[in-house]
């Protein structure tokens, strides 16, 4: 079936680094958008970042931008986030989330990994 | 950056009621408008996209209107399973964001 898992949150300390990954299956990775959201503990949601289909557009929301890096392998049906100098702020549950383009929301997501940035 | 604002924040209604949220862009976003229903512990669930189209296997009791910069989310009778936190989110822009949310409480 259709299925996102997202894997590698956990505990880092503030100015650490963590990679995320998704791992997509059931469907033809290479021909949606994909997205991470993410929402802090008692929040809304965030929208974090997105990759166009082929890796040739990515966008960031500002709060990230200079920080996180999103990546994608098409041949290993994988989405990446690498998240460097870690803030108390990113403390969140990080969904990934499939988009099939801008007009048509993110219909399929993963059951979120979390990630805590405490000393 | 483009700001959702959605109203209310809560509200609380009663099984079988006419439910409506409303979400307004501080800039015109076109039909780029999409609405997510979340549950405690769950990731979001896509309910309408292009602000009033509706997602497979989406009960027709939600249903979405507006363009431009106002937008509403209606439910038209109120099943136990609805009660939750709703979220609308734009996709116009670059920079896409989410409304602070609205969340729907038993009577």
């Known amino acids: 079936q259709v299925q996102l898992v997202e894997s590698g949150g956990g505990l880092v300390k503030p100015g650490g680094s963590l990679r995320l990954s998704c791992a997509a299956s059931?469907?033809?990775?290479?021909?949606?958008?994909m997205n991470w959201i993410r929402q802090a503990p008692g929040k809304g949601l965030e929208w974090v970042s997105y990759?166009?289909?082929?890796?040739?557009?990515?966008n960031y929301a500002d709060s990230v931008k200079g920080r996180f890096t999103i990546s994608r392998d098409n041949a290993k049906n994988s989405l990446y986030l690498q998240m460097n100098s870690l803030r108390a702020e990113d403390t969140a549950v990080y969904y990934c989330?499939?988009?099939?383009?801008?007009?048509?929301?993110?219909?399929?997501w993963g059951q979120g990994t979390t990630v805590t940035v405490s000393s | 950056d483009i700001q959702m604002t959605q109203s209310p924040s809560s509200l609380s209604a009663s099984v079988g009621d006419r439910v409506t949220i409303t979400c307004r862009a501080s800039?015109?976003?076109?039909?780029?408008l999409n609405w997510y229903q979340q549950k405690p512990g769950k990731a979001p669930k896509l309910l309408i996209y292009?602000?009033?189209s509706l997602q497979s296997g989406v009960p027709s009791r939600f249903s979405g209107s507006g363009s431009g910069t106002d937008f509403t989310l209606t439910i038209s009778s109120l099943q136990p399973e609805d009660f939750a936190t709703y979220y609308c989110?734009?996709?116009?822009?670059?920079?896409?964001?989410f409304g602070q949310g609205t969340k729907v409480e038993i009577k």
């Open positions: 989110q734009q996709t116009y822009s670059t920079l896409w964001t």
């Open positions: 800039q015109s976003i076109s039909s780029y």
């Open positions: 059931g469907f033809t990775f290479s021909d949606y958008y």
């Open positions: 989330a499939r988009m099939y383009g801008e007009y048509y929301g993110m219909d399929v």
């Open positions: 990759i166009s289909s082929s890796s040739s557009y990515t």
């Open positions: 292009a602000a009033s």
